[in-house]
């Protein structure tokens, strides 16, 4: 009985004392919370008025510049894949394609519909 007594005391004592102390590491890391959240903010609104980007440049951005500037690049991780030249037994064209022909009458597949048709 004496020693629930003492449980209960010596865990009241480690509240008591932790409680402080967990209260001042909250609020530190609150109060660093705020200043990044204003300087982050100033600093972004900061960046978008004077065109630059506010997380840098992505290594495909990087790339695509170096393609339009026409520098050299190496390792753009493009597959060049060899082209096929038909043999005499492989035909040219391996897919079906579709049978156009020509209409039989001179309006160029149009058909005109007068309003005397239309009566008939």
Known sequence: MLTDILKKCGRGVLYIITLPILLVVLSIYAVIGVIQFFYVGIKSIWYFFTGRNLFGEFPEDVKAREILEGKEV???????????TPTPSQPYITTPQPYITKPEDDNNGVTIISSEDEEK
């Open 74 to 84: 190496t390792n753009i991780n493009i597959v060049n894949e060899p082209v096929e």
